[in-house]
């Protein structure tokens, strides 16, 4: 069972390190997409960690894995910096011709 548990983390690291890939093409609709299915990975996860628990060798493993995924997180931050400011931009024009 506790297989499955890892399974998980995997499963979680992959997603990510597909939204860096994507982040990198910036292709922000597929970063969107993959960070929904974190979502729901990490949702399902968290509903399995209650009943399971990991074995010492997939502690250390799960460990690695939060670390590229970490990794991961702070490289998507920097490559969509720009393009949330340019949304912002984006945002913030209409609404000065509204006022």
Same mark, same amino acid.
């Given at each position: 069972? *506790? $297989?499955?548990? &890892? ?8 997603? *990510? ?7 990198? *093409? @910036?292709? !922000?609709? #597929? ?5 929904? #299915?974190? #979502?729901?990975? &990490? @949702? $399902? ?17 799960? *460990?690695?894995?939060?670390?590229? &995924?970490?990794?991961?997180?702070? $490289? &998507? ?5 720009? !393009?949330?400011? $340019? ?13």
């Amino acid at each position: 069972m *506790s $297989q499955m548990l &890892i399974d998980y983390y995997k499963a979680i690291e992959d997603s *990510s390190r597909k939204m860096l890939d994507a982040a990198k *093409s @910036e292709d !922000w609709d #597929a970063v969107v997409r993959f960070e929904g #299915a974190c #979502a729901v990975l &990490i @949702e $399902q996860l968290r509903a399995r960690a209650h009943s399971e628990d990991l074995l010492p060798a997939q502690r250390s493993e799960k *460990s690695r894995i939060m670390q590229r &995924i970490l990794h991961n997180d702070a $490289q &998507i931050r920097y490559l969509a910096e720009p !393009w949330l400011t $340019q949304c912002e931009k984006n945002l913030d024009g209409p609404r000065q011709f509204l006022h």
